[in-house]
């Protein structure tokens, strides 16, 4: 997601900011800016593209001195287009604002301002933030109670850095769900999103809480949390910025899988209410008066994305009862496809560039209704389709995709759930079901991380295998085939996914002692007691078995095999997304022991823009 650098001291706050944010890159973004107090005024720079732009437009600047505070924002674009107006800071009289994070209750917010007379220049929730702080200063407050009381009114995620023109001593904070941490130097202070941003000027750092205010001066770090002044541990930082960069992990794949509880969350947030058992998707507001005409959907896309499609072809079909087929972007972009305009059309790509899924979609447009579900906000996939809906992933480093991969599927989800309500095919019991089990998924998935240490021990008994087999049935199917993706992508070894069902149909010759097969195995009923009578044939000729499963223990008697990994039930049609987590894990175990390149596998690139 975003970066974010603040600074408070007697040094060149504007180097150190642009600085700070450059160890930031590897994070992605799409637009950067800065507002540095300097010469008795803040002045604001903002530009499109990459630093070097920022850097650019700031030579073109006559400065006045040294600049003593300020604060920096590289922008992964979320609400609203990579602009230079939508870029932060934004700006509003007084204040000087940046923010991470997402902003559910901007609308009403931003109508109410407007209502006082606000002007607003961006598409963005977070400008919405920069007019409510100045005009509470406006009315008289100080600046940490403006900020109190800006934030009461703020619902959603987000890590706030303000400055006050007439306080140009000290810059704001505030946490809520996204990270913060202040750096604590000598005469002076910074504030940053990751700790890469600080390690060159200092190792002592503090990580901000949920709900905590902060001013920073140079020499001062109060905070305080509902009200009251609270004391934060500061931690000394040992590790090297490139560890850093990966929050202490090994590689950025391992970081991503870590990252997935937090992305479901921002994927959902503002987006389901369990009261009305609906689904908001402002952005589809013109399908939903469609809805009941939408007679076939075609979904296309590549790799990944591919099995994203597979999975939600049961959500679609279940919930909304249309007719869906999924395709190969590459093959779907050279064939009529049949799309006439009661076809929905829908594309689904993380980086919303790769090419086949382009072609594909283009093959479409005009014919056929399109939607995009893409994490890249303006990529040329959004841009071709009529309507968008963003998965909030934030930057998925590693070639092997996972953190992308999972909220697809949350995307998938609610696109079915909205298709649901507006056709009236799920009564609102069964709509509320799964909403309320799509709120407890982040937890589930936090507790599902916790396998990582026995697929860790299971990885070094079957590392050195050359042929893996995974198989799954119904729901379960794409995941094995998403399980086998990503064994080969990174560890080189060959895998293979297949219907638990089909494999007596010909894989079953490859079974012998030496061939690792992975039952991927949920408890719904009829399917488990079918793939149970498979793992039993896989048994019977030796293969060694490794069984990832939701089911309970007393469901299990009688399964014996070399490994089980058990993951926690949250319902039915989101235990996929659980029992994905520990194949990613064995992907990258086994990648690991096997000393290949995890984040940067040979041959493979992360945006395929190439036929
Ligand atoms: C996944 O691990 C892959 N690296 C690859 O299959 C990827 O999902 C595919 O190239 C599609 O990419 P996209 O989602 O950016 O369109």
């Not at 650098?5 to 706050?13: I, L, Q, S, W």
């Not at 100045?134 to 400055?163: D, H, W």
């Not at 990529?379 to 953190?403: D, F, L, N, Q, W």
Request: with cysteine; proline share 3%.
């Amino acid at each position: 997601m975003c970066g974010i650098v603040g600074y408070a001291g007697n040094r060149d706050a504007l180097a150190i900011i642009i600085g700070g944010l450059e160890s930031l890159e590897y994070r992605g973004y799409d637009s950067a800016g800065v507002s540095v107090y300097e010469g008795g005024k803040v002045d604001t720079t903002r530009a499109t593209g990459k630093l070097i732009e920022l850097k650019k437009a700031l030579e073109g600047r006559k400065r006045s001195g040294i600049a003593s505070l300020g604060i920096g924002h590289t922008r992964w674009a979320t609400h609203g287009r990579p602009t230079e107006t939508n870029a932060h800071p934004h700006t509003a009289g007084r204040v000087s604002l940046i923010h991470n994070g997402i902003i559910e209750n901007y609308l009403p917010l931003r109508a109410m301002l407007e209502a006082k007379g606000c002007t607003f220049l961006s598409e963005t929730d977070t400008e919405v933030a920069a007019h409510l702080l100045n005009t509470l200063l406006a009315e008289g407050f100080e600046p940490l109670e403006a900020m109190r009381k800006m934030c009461a009114q703020v619902k959603g995620s987000y890590a706030f850095l303000a400055i006050d023109s007439k306080h140009p001593d000290r810059v704001l904070v505030a946490k809520n769900s996204t990270p913060i941490i202040i750096g604590k130097g000598d005469g002076e202070n910074l504030i940053a999103s990751d700790i890469p941003a600080v390690l060159q000027h200092t190792r002592r750092v503090i990580v901000l809480e949920d709900g905590d205010l902060a001013q920073v001066t140079a020499d001062a770090v109060y905070i305080e949390n509902q009200g009251k002044e609270v004391r934060r541990k500061e931690e000394t930082i040992a590790w090297d910025p490139i560890t850093a960069q990966k929050g202490g992990f090994k590689h950025f794949m391992l970081k991503e899988i870590y990252d997935q509880s937090r992305v479901i969350g921002d994927t959902l947030r503002g987006r389901i209410s369990e009261h009305d058992a609906s689904v908001k998707l402002p952005e589809l507001e013109t399908l939903r008066d469609k809805a009941s005409s939408i007679k076939r959907i075609v979904m296309v896309a590549c790799g990944t994305a591919w099995h994203a499609c597979l999975e939600g072809k049961f959500f679609l079909e279940e919930f909304a009862g249309i007719p869906c087929e999924v395709d190969y972007a590459s093959e779907f972009r050279y064939r009529s496809g049949l799309i006439d305009k009661d076809t929905l059309v829908i594309a689904v790509s993380q980086s919303g560039e790769t090419l086949d899924t382009l072609g594909a979609l283009e093959a479409a447009s005009g014919k056929g209704m399109t939607l995009a579900i893409c994490n890249v906000v303006g990529a040329s996939i959004c841009r071709k389709a009529e309507m968008v809906v963003y998965t909030h992933a934030g930057p998925e480093i590693s070639v092997a995709s996972t953190k992308a991969f999972t909220t697809q599927l949350v995307a998938l989800q609610l696109l079915a759930l909205f298709l649901a309500e507006a056709r009236g095919t799920m009564s609102v019991a069964a709509r509320r079901h799964v909403l309320h089990a799509m709120v407890e998924l982040p937890a589930a998935l936090s507790q599902t991380l916790k396998v990582d240490g026995e697929v860790s021990s299971v990885a070094k008994r079957f590392f050195q295998a050359r042929d893996f087999l995974f198989l799954g049935r119904g729901r379960c199917y794409p995941i094995a085939l998403e399980g086998a993706l990503k064994l080969k992508e990174i560890s080189y070894i060959h895998a293979e996914g297949y219907p638990a069902g089909e494999m007596k149909h010909g894989p079953i010759a490859l079974i012998d002692e030496s061939m690792p097969v992975v039952m991927v195995l949920q408890r719904e009923k009829p399917l488990f007691e079918k793939t149970l009578s498979n793992l039993k044939e896989v048994e019977a000729r030796g293969a060694r078995v490794l069984v990832v499963t939701d089911a309970t223990e007393e469901d299990l008697r009688g399964v014996h095999a070399e490994g089980l990994i058990r993951v926690p039930f949250v319902a039915h049609e989101l235990s996929p997304i659980l029992l994905n987590v520990p194949l990613q894990m064995l992907a990258y175990h086994v990648a690991v022991l096997n000393g290949t390149d995890v984040d940067l596998p040979r041959n493979l690139a992360k945006s395929v823009t190439v036929e």
